[in-house]
C-alpha cells in the first residue's frame, strides 16, 4: 500500500524570520491523521532568515537530526558542542535525559533552508550525544547512502532508534531499489525537484507512506534529492 502525503497538504507555520512547513502534527499544528509514521515524528522544512535562527531550547528522549539543504546552520548545545552545519553534512543529537541547544543563521544576505527530523528513540534516559558527519554528493549519486542507522553501519551517523535514513540523489536515468522488508514501513520524503516513487510521481515536498510492498522504487528524477526511511512497524 502507497499513500501520497502532498506538499500542499503540510501544516505551515510563518513567524517572518521562519518559514516552516510540518509533515506530522508540530506545536501549534495539530492533525490527527499525521501524527507521525511509525517512529518518525517530525519532518519540518524550515526556512530561516538571515541573522536569524532559534533560541536556546531543551529537548528530552528525541533522536533529532538536521538535515542542510542550503546556507549553514550554526548549532550549540550545554554538552560543549559549537558547530557549523553546511549542506552535505548530516548532524545527529540525541537528547537523552536532556539537553539545551540553539540553532542560527549567522550570515547576513542569506536564508538557511534545511530539515528538521526527529524519530523516537528505542532507549529512554541516555546520556545526551552529538554526531556530524559529511556524505559527498558522489556517495549519493544514483543511489541510497545509508546516512544514519541504529549501529551506525557504513559510516553513517548512530541513532538510538528502531530506524534508518538514507539519502539519494537521482537525475534522469538514474534509478534505485530498496528492497523492503516483511513488517517495515518505508517514508520516501522528496526533498526537491521530481522523482517517481513505485510508479507515483512526487515533486519537492511531497511524500509516500509505504506498507506491504516488496520494495522501494526511485525513477525518473529530475534534479530531484531525496530521504528515505526504514521504521518499524
Same mark, same amino acid.
Given at each position: ?36 509514521? #511509525?517512529? +518518525? *515524528? ?6 530561516? %532568515?538571515? /541573522? ?7 529537548? =528530552? ?80 549519486? #544514483?543511489? +541510497? *547512502? ?6 551506525? %553501519?557504513? /559510516? ?7 530506524? =534508518? ?69
Amino acid at each position: 500500500m502507497i499513500t501520497l502525503r502532498k506538499s500542499e497538504e503540510r501544516g505551515l507555520a510563518e513567524h517572518g524570520w521562519l518559514k516552516s512547513y510540518h509533515s506530522f502534527s508540530f506545536a501549534d499544528y495539530h492533525d490527527p491523521e499525521h501524527m507521525g509514521f #511509525g517512529e +518518525l *515524528r517530525v519532518i519540518n522544512e524550515d526556512r530561516v %532568515a538571515a /541573522g536569524q535562527g532559534f533560541g536556546k531550547h531543551g529537548h =528530552r528522549d528525541m533522536e533529532i537530526i538536521s538535515y542542510v539543504l542550503d546556507g549553514e546552520l550554526a548549532h550549540s548545545d550545554t554538552i560543549g558542542n559549537v558547530k557549523t552545519i553546511p549542506p552535505g553534512d548530516v548532524q545527529r543529537m540525541s537528547a537523552g535525559r536532556g539537553v539545551m541547544h540553539s540553532e542560527f543563521n549567522h550570515a547576513q544576505d542569506q536564508t538557511t533552508h534545511f530539515l528538521q527530523i526527529w524519530i523516537q528513540p528505542n532507549v529512554r534516559g541516555i546520556e545526551p550525544s552529538y554526531e556530524q558527519k559529511r556524505f559527498a554528493d558522489a556517495e549519493k549519486r #544514483g543511489k +541510497l *547512502r545509508l546516512v544514519a542507522a541504529p549501529d551506525g %553501519a557504513e /559510516g553513517s551517523v548512530l541513532i538510538h532508534a528502531d530506524a =534508518r535514513m538514507y539519502a539519494g540523489l537521482f537525475d534522469a536515468t538514474e534509478k534505485a531499489t530498496l528492497p523492503a522488508a516483511a513488517g517495515r514501513k518505508y517514508y520516501v520524503h522528496v526533498v526537491r525537484g521530481d522523482l517517481t516513487v513505485n510508479g507515483k510521481p512526487l515533486h519537492a515536498g511531497d511524500a509516500a507512506k509505504i506498507e506491504g510492498e516488496s520494495e522501494v522504487a526511485l525513477s525518473d528524477g529530475k534534479n530531484a534529492e531525496v530521504l528515505v526511511f526504514e521504521l518499524g512497524a
